[in-house]
């Protein structure tokens, strides 16, 4: 059986990347979607989280969320992130929220905030999407 490079291996959702950095799935959907990610193996020489695992888990979520949007046929390619960091974390799991703010037929604008356990916000990132034939 041949498939697609666009399809999502249910045995690694998140990707490579995802699985080497720990994200588990919780939710997912093209409106909302919700995964976690452990703080341990994650970090930044300093012992805190490091910005680029954050920005990991969100252009995972926000790609994830963006290709469901798509549909069949079609596939969705990131073409803008950015982030502000305004808390860091040293331990435990954070956990990301994305949220749809337009999705239209070739763009896909999602918002996700990372939080840690205890519900502070560590990050708000915002990716837009392209939505592709394939």
Known sequence: MTTSKFEVDPA??????GLKM???LLELG????VARMPVEG???PYGILHGGAHMVLAESLGSMSAHIHAGPGRYAVGIEIGASHTR???????????????LGRTL???EVVIRDEAGNRLSTVRITNLLRDI
């Open 12 to 17: 690694a959702p998140a990707g490579a990347l």
């Open 30 to 33: 093209a409106e909302r979607s």
């Open 108 to 110: 896909a604008v999602h």
């Open 42 to 44: 994650n970090t930044q």
């Open 22 to 24: 720990g994200i588990e």
């Open 88 to 102: 860091s974390v040293s331990e435990g799991w954070v956990i990301g929220t994305c949220t749809a703010i337009s």
